[in-house]
Antibody, heavy 120, light 111 residues
Framework: QIQLVQSGPELKKPGETVRISCKAS????????MQWVQKMPGKGLKWIGW????????KYAEDFKGRFAFSLETSASTAYLQISNLKNEDTATYFC?????????????WGQGTSVTVSS | DIVLTQSPASLAVSLGQRATISCKAS??????????MNWYQQKPGQPPKLLIY???NLESGIPARFSGSGSGTDFTLNIHPVEEEDAATYYC?????????FGGGTKLEIK
């Protein structure tokens, strides 16, 4: 069965860097892109962007350009989200989600979420 | 960016009745005769779950009491009959054009 398993919760200080992992299993990793979504406390879902797992080309929403970066370790079927120069407002739960094939690019499988808390 | 406006922001529906959620897009999310509108359910502490893709296609494993309709800029999610376990926040999302924006969410309470 298809699963996305994310790394554990993170507590960071402003200015630090965090890297979240998302390990996929149950399908061929390079056949479906990986999307990332932010859920801030008490707010709605926000699409960060996605990475083509075949070519490695990322695409970011405007609000997330600069400090947010996607990467891949294809041999380990793992996608990463790195956030640098953390700010208090980056406190949120971050989800990876598979860019579905045959579902008009809907997010058909999701990781369990990784909580990132930024506090001095 | 395509803006998705969901309404209502919250609603309370009696057990066994119908819940209807609307999602209006600032521009068409159709392409080549297909609608790129999706619906998700999220409960506290859980990741979102895909319910409906391409406006009206029920995702595998989702109960048939969930249904989606619409095209172009106007879309609707219906839940009938509503059950206790349907208490959650529902989001529409378009996957036609980067960035793949979400609606603001609709919180459903079961009376």
């Amino acid at each position: 069965q298809i699963q996305l398993v994310q790394s554990g919760p993170e507590l960071k200080k402003p200015g630090e860097t965090v890297r979240i992992s998302c390990k996929a299993s149950g399908y061929t990793f390079t056949t479906a892109g990986m999307q990332w979504v932010q859920k801030m406390p008490g707010k709605g879902l926000k699409w960060i962007g996605w990475i083509n797992t075949h070519s490695g080309v990322p695409k970011y929403a405007e609000d997330f350009k600069g400090r947010f970066a996607f990467s891949l370790e294809t041999s380990a079927s793992t996608a990463y989200l790195q956030i640098s120069n953390l700010k208090n407002e980056d406190t949120a739960t971050y989800f990876c989600a598979r860019r579905g094939t045959g579902t008009n690019y809907a997010m058909d499988y999701w990781g369990q979420g990784t909580s990132v808390t930024v506090s001095s | 960016d395509i803006v998705l406006t969901q309404s209502p922001a919250s609603l309370a529906v009696s057990l066994g009745q119908r819940a209807t959620i609307s999602c209006k897009a600032s521009q068409s999310v159709d392409y080549d005769g297909d609608s790129y509108m999706n619906w998700y359910q999220q409960k506290p502490g859980q990741p979102p779950k895909l319910l409906i893709y391409a406006a009206s296609n029920l995702e595998s494993g989702i109960p048939a009491r969930f249904s989606g309709s619409g095209s172009g800029t106007d879309f609707t999610l219906n839940i009938h009959p509503v059950e206790e376990e349907d208490a959650a926040t529902y989001y529409c999302q378009q996957s036609n054009e980067d960035p793949y924006t979400f609606g603001g969410g609709t919180k459903l309470e079961i009376k």
